[in-house]
């Protein structure tokens, strides 16, 4: 499965930002599909993960009820709406599609997702 991340940008603190990732060459309903950040000189951060079917969704703590992931199969494509965007929202955002953790979704880490997109920049500005 090849996956592109697209819509990044330049936004202010507390504007809104949605990010897209479509997928292609494969079964992609198959998969979870976790969105990670990584900001400047820092690791790689989980943000959210959705399940296969779109109908469980789990988020990080510093993005819950910020951020929204939503998903369409037919489409072979899921968002991340970016909402009450702050400065330490900065990072490189990549989507990643895989099994997701084997004891609950909600612990997913890098190493549970084979396939990820290139990153897109967002930056805020205060």
């Known amino acids: 499965v090849q996956l592109q991340a697209s819509g990044g940008g330049l936004v202010q603190s507390g504007d809104s930002l949605k990010l897209s990732c479509v997928a292609s060459?494969?079964?992609?309903?198959?998969?979870?599909v976790a969105w990670f950040r990584q900001a400047p000189g820092k690791g790689r951060e989980f943000i959210g993960v959705v399940s296969r079917n779109g109908e469980n969704r789990y988020y990080s703590h510093p993005v819950k009820g910020r951020f929204t992931i939503t998903r369409d199969n037919a489409k072979n494509q899921v968002d991340l709406q970016m909402n009450s965007l702050k400065p330490e929202d900065t990072a490189n955002y990549y989507c990643a599609a895989g099994t997701g953790a084997t004891t609950h979704l909600a612990f997913s880490m890098e190493s549970d997702f084979n396939f990820w997109g290139q990153g897109t920049l967002v930056t805020v500005s205060s």
């Open positions: 060459g494969g079964s992609f309903s198959d998969y979870a």
